[in-house]
């Protein structure tokens, strides 16, 4: 894409709103990579600065809903995304948006945009505005403010988004996952045309280089038009769970729905009961014209199975270490960003154990890599025993393998019926899980020093459970963690402290080995 100058040699300013939302957050990357200027309004700049393109953008701090902040950040801006919506901050939502976009609309036009673009909802056909759900009539009636603005306004009319950490999403996932059989609401039946998230960005940057004489709405969507009942089955099978069964009664209304998806997912009552209520609402496009600017290259719109896929491809490493990776693992959660919230990409179980240790953190880093094979896992013996044994009797590896070298690990090395993912000479040693589980699991050890200089040790088990099996094994097993781990958190850091200072430098045999310690 050739991005055009905006007539002083420098290439267009694009105003987002909205990037520490869901959207947002993934478009301003993609308008940088594009050649794009962009400047970045939130109310909380200090959310943005873990995001990789922090330092290639610039963040002010503001409100759509503040005439003040707002044409400030609107000031020499070539194109303004708005993409905010008060959607889950209470009943008087729709007159939250109503009284922001007539702002934005305003101020955009008295800066000088040359064009503002909207991400709003898919609405039905034939159906008067007045009759939609609060949601959809929201999101129409702030596409036609910002349509009526004076400014050319692109309206982009989407229906249920594909891609982890998107609201509508992460309902279809966890109902998925967690139920294999279904009673359910009537709207399963409602016909919807998904869109995957990354045709919506492709849609959204080149909608940045629109012509000017073009002031109007599109719809846009994939090519598969599906009930949400077929979504359900064909998320399971991407995913890889049994088929599910799905039984569609009368009886619950949209109302009922929301408290029910409630129940189920971890999705905010505040978002669910909107996106509930709109799925009685049949959203098919009734136009691609989006195509004749943005022309879709080979292999886009992206199919419903392929959206999925490339949804669930990724580890969530937010809850894994860091929150950035780049590891793979087929099946994990996909994607996050810093500003996703917790709910997002899928439900993950963490054991966490932190001890000050009475040693230095080189002796600490000595226990955490000498762990495994000969040396054991300073817990409860017989609890790993048991598990070894039950993991071959299906199957699996056992505690069999133990280490390839006593001295040292390596990423890659397997370790019993762990596999080392990834390791910081030091400070951290992260082990996955290659036992049969319902799910994916890995251990994490770190050798830190706190804000006081003493050494501390801090120890994560995590569980991203796969179905409703996954989810039962994770609170079946969990009345042992305080055994299992607790005890291994505390077995570490006393073999530490028992190390001389003045003993070689290399993994320790350990004191306590399968030794428990009541506190």
Not at 55 to 84: F, I
Not at 125 to 139: C, F, N, Q, Y
Request: net charge positive; aromatic share 6%; charged share 25%.
């Amino acid at each position: 894409m050739t991005v055009p100058e905006d007539g002083t040699g420098r290439a267009p300013l694009c105003l987002v709103t909205g990037a520490t939302g869901y959207v947002g957050g993934r478009l301003v990357p993609d308008l940088l990579d594009a050649g794009y200027r962009v400047r970045c309004l939130a109310r909380s700049p200090d959310r943005l600065r873990d995001h990789p393109w922090a330092e290639r953008a610039e963040v002010v701090r503001g409100d759509v809903t503040d005439p003040v902040s707002l044409a400030a950040a609107l000031h020499g801006a070539d194109v303004a995304y708005y993409l905010v919506h008060a959607l889950g901050t209470g009943r008087d939502f729709e007159e939250t948006d109503r009284k922001a976009a007539r702002t934005f609309g305003e101020r955009a036009r008295a800066s000088g945009v040359r064009r503002i673009v909207y991400l709003g909802g898919l609405t039905p056909a034939g159906v008067p505005e007045r009759k939609l759900s609060p949601h959809l009539r929201s999101r129409a009636e702030v596409g036609r403010i910002l349509l009526e603005s004076g400014v050319p306004t692109a309206v982009l009319r989407a229906a249920v988004v594909i891609g982890s950490g998107s609201a509508s999403f992460e309902m279809l996932r966890h109902l998925t996952e967690r139920l294999p059989v279904m009673v359910t609401p009537r709207w399963v039946h409602t016909r919807i045309q998904p869109v995957a998230v990354r045709d919506v960005l492709r849609a959204l940057v080149g909608a940045a280089g629109l012509p000017e004489d073009v002031s109007r709405t599109f719809d846009i969507g994939g090519p598969d038009v599906l009930t949400y009942r077929d979504m359900m089955v064909r998320y399971a099978a991407v995913a890889g769970l049994p088929r599910r069964v799905i039984v569609p009664v009368p009886v619950l209304t949209p109302g009922l729905s929301s408290h029910w998806v409630g129940l189920v997912t971890p999705v905010p009552a505040g978002i669910a009961r909107p996106l509930t209520e709109s799925l009685r609402h049949e959203v098919v496009c009734r136009e691609h014209d989006i195509a004749r600017y943005v022309p879709d290259p080979p292999g886009h719109p992206i199919g419903f199975d392929e959206a999925v896929r490339l949804a669930l491809k990724r580890v969530r490493e937010a809850d894994v270490a860091t929150r950035w990776s780049s590891a793979s693992v087929p099946g994990a959660p996909s994607d996050p960003l810093p500003t996703d919230p917790d709910w997002a990409g899928g439900s993950l179980y963490t054991d966490v154990r932190e001890r000050t240790v009475d040693a230095p953190r080189a002796s600490l880093w000595r226990v955490v890599e000498g762990i495994g094979g000969d040396h054991g896992w300073y817990s409860f013996p017989l609890a790993w025993t048991v598990r070894g044994l039950l993991d071959r009797l299906v199957g699996g590896v056992g505690l069999r393998r133990g280490r390839r070298d006593a001295s040292r690990l390596r990423v890659g090395d397997s370790l019993d019926f762990w596999r080392v993912e990834e390791i910081e000479p030091g400070r951290l040693l992260r082990l996955r899980a290659e036992m049969r589980l319902p799910g994916l699991a890995w251990l994490e050890m770190y050798a830190e020093t706190d804000d006081a200089g003493r050494t501390r040790y801090r120890q994560r088990a995590l569980f991203h459970p796969h179905g409703l099996l996954g989810h039962l094994y994770w609170w079946a097993v969990a009345p042992f963690h305080a055994v299992v781990f607790g005890g291994m958190a505390r077995n570490i850091a006393r073999t530490a402290a028992s190390i001389p200072a003045s003993a070689p430098n290399s993994p320790t045999t350990p004191t306590h080995k399968g030794q428990i310690s009541a506190e």
